[in-house]
């Protein structure tokens, strides 16, 4: 079995999950057509509110400031992926789901959705590695791959299903 990630756009233009894996929204504000091309959405996974908002007004900044990466900035100036780990272990709503969604794992490929295009800067990624931690021979697949996103762009896009905020960014390595 896989743990897929994807954002919106993706899953709807790009990638087809099978018939028989669960689709699940992973965000905070969904929109109307989130439940027509997933199962259901788990907001109890999503970033906390707080650092969601820390996230997007730095990235914004960010962007104001004419920074290449403006979701890499951010995620490292909030120290975004350490706090979103702690907010999933410290409270018994997420861990329910993550139990879940472990469960599902094992017997089926499950597939978690977002905004973002990247998963690097994306909570779905350490969401994913969370519910394989313990599991054995499950796979994580990230859905565009990270290494084939464009690396010469120097922008973010916006994803056209996703709010006007939402950033499907671009990744550049750290020197």
Same mark, same amino acid.
């Given at each position: 079995?896989?743990? =897929?990630? @994807?954002?919106?756009?993706?899953? %709807?233009?790009? &990638? #087809? !999950? ?50 290449? =990466?403006? @979701?890499?900035?951010?995620?490292? %100036?909030?120290? &975004? #992926? !350490? ?93």
């Amino acid at each position: 079995m896989t743990v =897929y990630t @994807s954002y919106f756009g993706g899953l %709807t233009t790009e &990638f #087809e !999950p099978s018939e028989e894996a669960d689709i699940f929204g992973v965000v905070r504000y969904p929109q109307d057509f989130v439940d027509r091309v997933t199962d259901r959405n788990i907001p109890a996974v999503a970033p906390p509110e707080n650092l969601l908002d820390a996230y997007k007004r730095v990235e914004g900044t960010a962007e104001d400031d004419g920074a290449d =990466y403006p @979701s890499a900035v951010a995620w490292r %100036t909030v120290d &975004f #992926e !350490p706090r979103y780990l702690n907010y999933l272990r410290s409270y018994p709503g997420p861990q329910r789901v993550l139990d879940e969604l472990r469960e599902r794992a094992l017997e089926r490929d499950v597939w978690l959705v977002c905004w973002e295009k990247d998963c690097r800067w994306c909570h779905r990624r350490p969401l994913a590695s969370e519910i394989v931690a313990d599991l054995e021979e499950i796979d994580v697949v990230h859905r565009p791959d990270p290494r084939t996103i464009d690396l010469e762009s120097g922008s973010d896009e916006t994803d056209e299903n996703g709010p006007e905020n939402a950033a499907l960014t671009d990744f550049t390595p750290e020197a």
